[in-house]
Structure formats: structure tokens, C-alpha cells
């Protein structure tokens, strides 16, 4: 399990999350919360390539407000 990171906000359906660090996850990868329970896949990789952001594509069952500032990891 490794960090993705920090849910910093919600954009048009879609969880926005500012990268951990390297190396940053492909897209399609499965996104978990601390509990190991499955938040959505990454849609996409955008922003500058120092500090990139992954768009999240939340499962139908995720709260995205609740999300706000939490950390995420990819498993």
C-alpha cells in the first residue's frame, strides 16, 4: 500500500487529490481508504509534474464530501 494522498477537493463528480510524492500511480489504479476499503480508480494525472494531481472517479457507494482532507492510498 503507498499514499496517493490528499483529497483537496471535489470537481465535477470526481475526488481531486494532490500527489504524494513519487513515483505518482498510473491511471486505472484501484485508490483505498485507511481502512482498505475502496474509494474509486484514478481517471487521470494533471497539474505540473513537480506537484501533480490525480482525478478519483469514486465508487457509487463514497460520500465524496467526506473525503475533504483525507489521505488515500493506492493498493
Do not use: C, K
Not at 494532490?18 to 474509486?40: C, K
Amino acid at each position: 500500500m503507498q499514499r496517493a494522498g490528499s483529497v483537496v477537493r471535489i470537481a465535477q463528480g470526481l475526488l481531486v487529490l494532490r500527489a504524494a510524492g513519487d513515483p505518482v500511480p498510473s491511471l486505472g489504479t484501484e485508490v483505498v481508504d485507511e481502512n482498505l476499503d475502496t474509494v474509486g480508480r484514478i481517471v487521470d494525472v494533471f497539474g505540473p509534474t513537480g506537484e501533480p494531481y490525480l482525478a478519483v472517479s469514486p465508487a457509487d457507494w463514497v460520500h465524496a464530501p467526506a473525503l475533504l482532507n483525507a489521505a488515500l492510498y493506492t493498493r
